[in-house]
Every structure is written in structure tokens, then in C-alpha cells.
């Protein structure tokens, strides 16, 4: 795949990059090793210093980056500069708290009494060199809630960012440059997938985290396997988004558009399954169907749009055989199922409700990464948690109720790394971000996600024996 600015709602090739030569990727890891030496010793008040700058930059540079992300993946202008908005209030979020996060902990000396220990400390001190291997959907914010705990922790990163939004990365090596971070504390790596063996096989690389494809994260987790090399992965999701009588419907059916269509229906905790109770189904459907159909699908530079194109024609062929699929299959398309007529240049697709869902049809197992939903009828609790846990994936999960017994139940049952009440999915600085199953392992954000890449030491202190 070439590394390469390809406007989605054109199809116009901007800019393209030539990758880096084995030269120039060795000079990046001898820097980054280097920068690491010094960056571990430096206090924490000056980390934030340098933090807290480059959320100022990025504040002043909101229009401008937005603007990038809308020409290179497609989402909506307001969405990117709330993205960009976001990732300055991270990083502030990690400026004033990660020296709190990783002080040092002293178990009880009750507990500790029988080791011989006139002492026990726990400290977390930085592995090293952090590759982050990052997806296009959110260009900005997948980097930056793994750069600002890396950094903050005393690591440093590469990032070897998708190929479709090289201005992007490029932006963000700049953006912790201009802040004051030394040289090779952070470093965008234009390559391919191709070399990313390499660079993760290198002993100056401690670890790795990825966000993106099933595929990709089975192939950089048995990498720094072979390598025995720590790795976070944050992989696809199908979530559920479960409706019971009790909740209030109307909410319920405004907040699921929201919540299947934000960033164009390409974000992997998109609620893509919903899942509702008979006595409520008719309702919920009349409304979520009218407001799926209400949307404005156009031109994500402008304001007024609420559905830009998908990042990739590929992708978007992908999207078009599982809806085609489930047709054949004998789904009904409610609205949507196809190309919107008034756009035949881009890669735009249609708001679409698919109703008659049945395990037989592929989209009922596979991500849909676009704004496509699947809705389900069930009779009770025991058959939406059934719907809701019948996938590969455990990201998060909605529910809606307002009975106390059905949150414990949910809370209980649901296997995903999140539990949303009468709300939608969003990630959010102090809360721990990830899943199970097959949508990966680990944790980002919070003090869960600065802890992942630290080495959790134990400091001993003999006691010394009694004179005489």
C-alpha cells in the first residue's frame, strides 16, 4: 500500500511519501535508544512542563489538523476538531496526574514482616523504546492516548502510523518537537507493514502496542511473542447495544445513531448490534429508522454534514458485501443498503438499518466498519445476553433499563471490556480502555493504561541484624 494523502471524498491522490530506507529507519532507533537514556532520568514536573506545551500547540493548531484528518480519512469536520480537542485535554489529563499514577507503593509492614524486609517498595520505572503500530480512523487520538502515559512514564515512541494519513503522523512528531521533548522521544516511522518485523525485533524495542485489524494483531503479538516482548493490543468490536422495556425509548434511539454512525460508522466501539426487547422493538425501530434516514451524507468539510465517505474504496467494498450478503441471505434493508445516488464521486455509503439478521449471514460474526446497524427482536434478558455475547468480539456494550435487577445481570454477563448504561461507548482519560476476546488484551488510558508499559519493580531492604 502505498504511504499516500488520498482524499475519500474524491478519490484524488494529494501527496504522496517515499518510505524510509533501512539507513534512515536505523538512525530513528539509535536516536530513540539514545533519547531514552535521558528521558527516563527526567522528573516528572518536567515531563508535564513539555506535556502541558504540546497541548497548547495542538489547541492552536486545532483548525489546521482537523482540516488534515478531514482531507486524509474523511470525518466530519466538527468530529475532527473535537478528536483534536480531545487529545489536548489527554494530555493535560496525564501532565497532572502521572507522577500520582506511578508513585511509589509500600506495602504494610505487617504484611511483609515474615520476608525479613526492614523494607518493601514497589516502583514503576519506563521499559524503553515503545513502537506503536496505529490505525487511520482515529489519527489523532489512538496515538495520543498512547504517547502522552508513554511519555509521561519516561518512555519514548515510534509510530508507525496507517499508510493513508502520513501528514497526519508527520504532524505529530512536529507537534512533541515544537514542544521541547528531546530529539527521538517521539518519531513518526513512514513504512510499510513490511517492515515492522524488523523494527519490533530490534533488542532496542521493549514493547509494542496496536490498534487495528484482527489480522495485523495476531501477526505483531506473535512477533514480540517470539521476541517475549510486552504488547498491549486493542483490536476490532461488534458491540451490543441492548434495549429493555424500561428504558426510555426515544432517548434510546436518538443517542443509537449517535452512537453507530460517529466517525462515518468506523470506530471499533460503535454500538453495530442492536439488540431489543419484543415489547419495545416496533418503537425503538420507528424511531432509530427515521433518524438513521435523517442524516446528511456529503462532504465532510462541510458543517452541516453528519456522514462523510469511508476512508478507503477498499473498505468500503468490504461494507457492500456484507449487506449484500445478508440480503441474499434474506435481511431487509429498512433504509440505506447502498451508494448514495447524489455522490458518484468518493467513497461514501448510505445510512442503512438491516432488520431479519441470522447467524448465517457473515454480518452477523464480522465487524461492519461503517454505517451500517443490524437490529435484533429478543423476548427477555436471557436471550439478549445470548445476542449480545454470540461474537468473536468483547470491546464494550451498551445497555439500556432502568431496573436495578437487569444492570447486575448485564453487569455480570456481558463479556466486554465496558458496561455503558443508558449511554453510548466513548473512551474517556481516566477510564481503562480494551477488551476481550478477540478485540485484544490489555488497557489503555487512566492509570491502568501508564502502567502497561512500565517495568513494576520491588525493592527489598534486609533488615539489619541486632548488634551487640
Not at 10 to 38: K, S, V, Y
Not at 84 to 112: G, I, N, Q, T
Not at 202 to 216: C, H, I
Request: proline fraction near 6%; include cysteine.
Amino acid at each position: 500500500m502505498p504511504i499516500a494523502t488520498v482524499n475519500p471524498a474524491t478519490g484524488e491522490t494529494l501527496r504522496t511519501f517515499e518510505a524510509l530506507g533501512p539507513d534512515e529507519i536505523e538512525q530513528r532507533l539509535a536516536h530513540a535508544a539514545t533519547a531514552f537514556a535521558q528521558h527516563r532520568t527526567v522528573p516528572f514536573g518536567h515531563r508535564a512542563e513539555l506535556m502541558n506545551r504540546a497541548a497548547k500547540l495542538l489547541d492552536d493548531d486545532q483548525q489546521d489538523i482537523a482540516r488534515t484528518m478531514t482531507i486524509e480519512m474523511g470525518k466530519p469536520i466538527a468530529a475532527a476538531r473535537a478528536e483534536a480537542a480531545k487529545c489536548a485535554k489527554a494530555m493535560r489529563w496525564y501532565a497532572a496526574r502521572a507522577e500520582e499514577l506511578l508513585a511509589d507503593e509500600h506495602p504494610a509492614s505487617a504484611d511483609v514482616s515474615d520476608s525479613g524486609a526492614a523494607q518493601v517498595t514497589v516502583r514503576y520505572r519506563p521499559l524503553g523504546v515503545v513502537l506503536a503500530v496505529m490505525p487511520w480512523n482515529f489519527p489523532l487520538w489512538q496515538v495520543v492516548r498512547f504517547a502522552a502515559p508513554a511519555l509521561m512514564a519516561g518512555n519514548v515512541g515510534l509510530l508507525k502510523h496507517a499508510s493513508n494519513v502520513p501528514q497526519t503522523a508527520l504532524y505529530l512528531e512536529d507537534l512533541f518537537s515544537r514542544a521541547g521533548f528531546p530529539r527521538g522521544c517521539f518519531q513518526t516511522l513512514l513504512v510499510g507493514s513490511g517492515a515492522v518485523e524488523g523494527i519490533l525485533r530490534d533488542p532496542r524495542v521493549a514493547a509494542a502496542t496496536l490498534t487495528g485489524s484482527e489480522p495485523a494483531g495476531r501477526s505483531v503479538a506473535s512477533i514480540a511473542g517470539d521476541e517475549v516482548k510486552k504488547t498491549v493490543l486493542e483490536l476490532g468490536g461488534s458491540d451490543p447495544y441492548v434495549v429493555m422495556p424500561s428504558a426510555d425509548i426515544e432517548r434510546a434511539a436518538r443517542t443509537a445513531v449517535t452512537a453507530r454512525v460517529q466517525n462515518n460508522g468506523q470506530s471499533c466501539i460503535a454500538a453495530k448490534r442492536f439488540i431489543v426487547h419484543e415489547d419495545v422493538y416496533d418503537d425503538f425501530c420507528r424511531h432509530f429508522i427515521a433518524g438513521m434516514s435523517e442524516l446528511t451524507v456529503g462532504d465532510p468539510l462541510e458543517e452541516s454534514t453528519d456522514v462523510g465517505p469511508l476512508a478507503s474504496e477498499q473498505g468500503r467494498a468490504d461494507l457492500e458485501q456484507l449487506v449484500e450478503d445478508a440480503l441474499a441471505r434474506g435481511a431487509t434493508a429498512q433504509c440505506g443498503g447502498g451508494r448514495p445516488k447524489d455522490r458518484p464521486r468518493g467513497w461514501y455509503y448510505e445510512p442503512t438499518v438491516l432488520t431479519g439478521v441470522t447467524p448465517e449471514m457473515r454480518i452477523h460474526r464480522e465487524e461492519a466498519f461503517g454505517p451500517v446497524a443490524t437490529v435484533y427482536r429478543v423476548s427477555g434478558i436471557d436471550e439478549a445476553v445470548e445476542v449480545a455475547n454470540d461474537t468473536p468480539f468483547g470491546l464494550s456494550s451498551n445497555a439500556w433499563t432502568r431496573d436495578d435487577s437487569e444492570v447486575q445481570r448485564f453487569a455480570r454477563d456481558l463479556e466486554a471490556g465496558g458496561v455503558f448504561f443508558n449511554g453510548m461507548t466513548a473512551s474517556h482519560p481516566a477510564l481503562p480502555f480494551g477488551g476481550v476476546e478477540r478485540s485484544g488484551y490489555g488497557r489503555e488510558l487512566s492509570g491502568h493504561g501508564i502502567r502497561e508499559f512500565c517495568n513494576i519493580t520491588t525493592l527489598w531492604h534486609g533488615a539489619e541484624p541486632k548488634g551487640g
